[in-house]
């Protein structure tokens, strides 16, 4: 190998060592941000459980109002 070849397998080495550490930065920010939303999908799938569930239960027609 010449001196030049080898200079310019190891820049090509470099940028992709820098591209792998960048996308791996992003990947981790996406899964954070994934972390999150499906946090907040389970608490608004108990929101709206707890919603039916109390929209489920008998009320009495005959009930007197609470300013009575």
């Known amino acids: 190998m010449t001196e030049d070849r080898l200079i310019d397998i190891e820049i090509k080495l470099s940028h992709q ?11 981790c920010q996406q899964q954070k ?8 999908c389970e ?19 005959n009930e007197t109002p609470p300013h009575y």
Request: hydrophobic share 40%; charged share 35%; no cysteine.
């Open 33 to 40: 941000k994934i972390d999150h939303l499906e946090a907040i």
């Open 17 to 27: 060592e820098d591209a792998v550490e960048e996308l791996n930065k992003v990947v």
């Open 43 to 61: 608490a608004l799938i108990r929101h709206v459980k707890e919603l039916s569930d109390s929209a489920a239960e008998p009320r009495s027609t």
